[in-house]
């Protein structure tokens, strides 16, 4: 045989081992949701951030997750991108007074971080177990 068949031969054989897809978008939506991203039914969380070990409608198990940093990061990134221009455009059009404006700024801040960090957890997990990453089943091309 030459080189170019036992390539196709190898690549029919790994075919036959696919494992299952998982749908990216409707993981990722249902983990902005914070559900399971396996069901879309059960939470995902318990408390504020806290990943439960496992999804009480499907069973699902969720405590491989490794979404240490990313929320936060996330979070900051998309704060800090949306109000630091309002900040520059409310400060030169309106020149409110700078408690006024360092007090309704910091609320909305604290405010949209806390809407959106347990989100992005959420969002984090579901991407994860989309890929299959870390302890959510094997690769994603390959049964074990």
């Known amino acids: 045989m030459t080189q170019a068949t036992e390539t196709v ?10 494992v299952d897809h998982r749908e990216m978008k409707s993981a990722l939506l249902r983990g902005w949701k914070r559900c399971c991203p396996n069901c879309g039914e059960g939470p ?6 806290k990943v439960r070990d496992s999804c009480p409608v499907c069973t699902q198990e969720l405590h491989h997750h490794r979404a240490d940093d990313g929320p936060p990061y996330l979070t900051i990134l998309i704060v800090g991108h949306l109000l630091a221009p309002l ?17 309704g700024f910091s609320i ?3 405010a949209l971080s806390l809407y959106l960090l347990p989100r ?16 959510f089943g094997p690769s994603a091309f390959y049964k074990d």
Do not use: E
Request: hydrophobic residues 50%; proline residues 4%; glycine residues 10%.
């Open 87 to 103: 900040m520059g455009w409310v400060y030169m059009d309106f020149r409110p007074n700078p408690l006024t404006m360092l007090a």
């Open 44 to 49: 995902m969380l318990k408390g504020y951030l």
């Open 108 to 110: 909305c801040t604290v």
């Open 9 to 18: 031969i190898s690549h029919a054989t790994r075919d036959d081992h696919m």
């Open 120 to 135: 992005f957890k959420g969002m984090i997990v579901a991407f994860q177990w989309a890929k299959r990453m870390g302890g």
